[in-house]
């Protein structure tokens, strides 16, 4: 194109919002078209000898158009990503890095920002909690599809999570986060022949702590469980608060009425032993010790869980940690019916 041929067409574009795009690009700017949806009236002619669009879909068409496509990072093994829903609310596994990203953007705010947790310099500059252990775990994500953003335009939203981690991934990478707290070696001899999983970094914002969102964590869990056939769940279950004394009341109801036997028992590393039976039994008013256990410990002890034997204080995160073990032998049927069907109520009264 001479100098001539160019200036006229620049005066042309400046006297029209228009540009010219030759027509062997149409069928590019259809699809940019589409995708867009910016121009909502135009033909593309096969053949015709030019064919004109917006200056926004140039400049789109010039950013490299459309959205990128979802880089798949995660192998789910067969397991559909979405693991079912109710209402707007959906749980699903977390597929790709971004989907990771928002599971903790999302613990960072209850973490961190809610439950005013010590931050590192990355996690605080990037607002995220990062883990080594998130690279090799799957995640639990629970959605609202019904959220909006502030031009009230739906915006999905990660409103809970769950981090879970097989032995066979552990064993060929960090092993479980669990061990940095709790002596679970001997425990993972005793029952060399059984499949573990760990659960972790459960957390769901203050407004979504309901049963809904719980069930479809569960939910997500059993489905998890059923797949990958896993005979045991252990982890980390937390109190708020670094003062075991101001705890005393509920850790001594565990240890007195929730702790697991010999055979499935395991106690903290013995640097970070912290004794849970602080008071005698007759200064345990059971009532009251249930009503401060959090949602989540009284979960797992409705479903058939036990703890091990002592906690942890975990200054970084402000909670004492206690060791939660549970058998899927030992999970109360009427769980496993509601959460997980047939198969799995099977495949427990088997084991």
């Given amino acids: 194109m001479n100098a001539a041929s160019r200036s006229a067409r620049l005066a042309s574009s400046k006297c029209n919002p228009g540009v010219t795009i030759p027509c062997d690009a149409a069928g ?13 009236k135009m033909q593309v002619l096969a053949g015709g000898p030019v064919q004109r669009v917006g200056a926004s879909i140039f400049a789109f068409a010039r950013l490299g158009g459309g959205a990128k496509p979802r880089k798949i990072i995660r192998d789910l093994g067969g397991l559909p990503e979405s693991l079912g829903s109710i209402g707007a609310l959906e749980i699903r596994l977390a597929t790709t890095k971004k989907d990771i990203r928002k599971a903790q953007r999302l613990r960072y705010k209850v973490f961190f920002d809610d439950r005013n947790a010590s931050a590192d310099r990355k996690a605080n500059l990037v607002r995220r909690d990062i883990c080594k252990f998130d690279r090799v775990c799957d995640h639990l994500l ?19 999570t769950y981090r879970l981690l097989r032995q066979d991934i552990a064993e060929q990478n960090f092993g479980f986060y669990t061990a940095q707290e709790f002596e679970i070696g001997p425990l993972l001899e005793r029952h060399s022949g059984k499949r573990f999983l760990e659960l972790g970094r459960s957390c769901v914002l203050p407004e979504y702590r309901s049963k809904r969102t719980l069930e479809l964590l569960w939910r997500g869990i059993w489905t998890y469980v059923k797949h990958h056939q896993i005979d045991v769940m252990i982890g980390c279950a937390s109190f708020e608060g670094v003062n075991p004394l101001k705890l005393a009341l509920p850790l001594s109801f565990l240890h007195r009425n929730a702790l697991a036997s010999d055979v499935w028992r395991a ?3 013995q640097k970070y032993f912290t004794p849970m039976n602080i008071l005698d039994s007759s200064s345990i008013d059971t009532r009251r010790a249930i ?7 009284k979960g797992y002890l409705r479903c058939g869980a036990r703890v091990g ?16 073990v549970m058998p899927v032998a030992d999970i109360d049927p009427r769980y496993i019916d509601h959460f997980g069907g047939p198969d ?3 495949r427990a009264r088997a084991a």
């Fill in 309 to 324: 034997d002592g906690a942890v204080v975990d200054h970084q995160f402000g909670t004492t940690d206690v060791l939660i």
């Fill in 28 to 40: 590019i700017v259809a699809d940019i078209i589409h995708r867009v949806g910016a121009i909502t």
């Fill in 291 to 297: 009503a401060s256990l959090p949602p989540l410990i």
């Fill in 344 to 346: 799995m109520t099977a």
């Fill in 267 to 269: 106690s903290p590393l």
């Fill in 142 to 160: 629970v959605i609202d599809h019904a959220n909006r953003n502030r031009f009230g335009r739906p915006k999905p939203k990660v409103v809970g």
